[in-house]
């Protein structure tokens, strides 16, 4: 049986998946819902401080991620550098050397 939570603007969410749901008996998701709290489904308040702790855990993990990528990047790079310089294509100062005809 579903459930939701009473936002603070009016708008349902669906627990089963998260979805807002505008307060507009033009969507069907709405009039559902309706329906269903008419018939002693639980609504509940929505939990404003579980839901800011949710995104900052997302926006950790996001950043963490890009900073992996990062790192890769860089040392990626750095490990090519070095390659290209061994094989005599990039000087002691990453420029281009000429190649001999």
């Not at 009039?31 to 002693?40: E, H, I, N, P, S």
């Not at 996001?62 to 094989?87: F, G, N, P, V, Y």
């Amino acid at each position: 049986m579903p459930s939701y939570r009473l936002m603070n603007d009016g708008y349902i969410q669906r627990q089963s998946d998260l979805a807002l749901i505008p307060p507009t008996e033009k969507n069907p998701d709405y009039v559902q819902y309706l329906k269903d709290r008419d018939a002693g489904v639980e609504v509940l308040p929505f939990d404003y401080v579980a839901e800011e702790r949710r995104q900052t855990e997302a926006k950790e993990k996001d950043q963490a991620a890009k900073s992996k990528e990062t790192l890769i990047q860089t040392k990626m790079r750095e490990l090519a550098i070095e390659k290209l310089k061994q094989e005599g294509k990039l000087d002691s100062e990453g420029n281009m050397v000429a190649e001999s005809k």
